[in-house]
């Protein structure tokens, strides 16, 4: 199984290029952003406590958010891998998911981390706004939250893959063709 995660701060590219990976390399794209939005959509249980807290650019409260994540696992038990793409946020979902992973007998292979400058970052969202539809991207305000939670509780997950040797960190700027092809290289090359 390849198991690939996905990592970079809100608008560094993870939803676009994965879509790519999940092509080229045949794994099931798991967007934990996408599936609290369906869930919000349908109005579900779910969407209503995840609306209140994407709509504040706060992160979803972590058992939430893993026993998701482990049901839309559990929906895919013939898949040849996985691209978590907004998954894992914090470290305690990152060790969540090395458990649940082991318990299947198969692990995270790599974690790719996207790294773009936070002026580009702000840059992306605010065009992202104007066709995404998404109201955590319309208001400053959140965005700059969306950063700081990043910085704060996201971005320390580099160093649990980093310290089992998991971490490649990938150039993502240019253009969308050249950042796919970089990310291509990272994967074939492990
Ligand atoms: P995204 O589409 O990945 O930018 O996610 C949109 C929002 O969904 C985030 O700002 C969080 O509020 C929530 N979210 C997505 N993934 C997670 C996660 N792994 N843990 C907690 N909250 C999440």
């Known amino acids: 199984m390849l198991n690939i995660v996905l990592f970079g701060p809100p608008g560094a590219g993870k939803g676009t290029q994965s879509e790519r990976l999940e092509g080229r390399y045949n794994l099931v794209h798991l967007s934990t952003g996408d599936i609290f939005r369906a869930n919000i959509k349908g109005q579900t249980e779910l969407g209503t406590l995840a609306k209140s807290y994407i709509d504040k650019g706060q992160l979803v409260p972590d058992d939430v958010t893993i026993k998701m994540l482990e049901s839309e696992v559990n929906n895919h038990p013939d898949a040849d891998g996985f691209i978590f793409d907004g998954f894992p946020r914090t470290k305690p979902q990152a060790a969540a998911l090395d458990t649940f992973l082991s318990s299947k007998n198969t692990e995270i292979k790599m974690m790719l ?76 090359n492990n």
């Open 113 to 188: 981390s996207l790294e773009v400058p936070e002026e580009e970052l702000r840059d992306r969202l605010k065009k992202r706004a104007e066709i995404s539809g998404r109201t955590d991207d319309a208001d400053p305000a959140i965005i700059q939250n969306r950063i700081d939670v990043y910085r704060k509780e996201t971005e320390p997950v580099k160093e649990y893959y980093e310290e089992q040797s998991k971490l490649e960190k990938v150039d993502g700027l240019g253009s969308i063709d050249d950042i796919t092809q970089r990310l291509f290289a990272a994967i074939d």
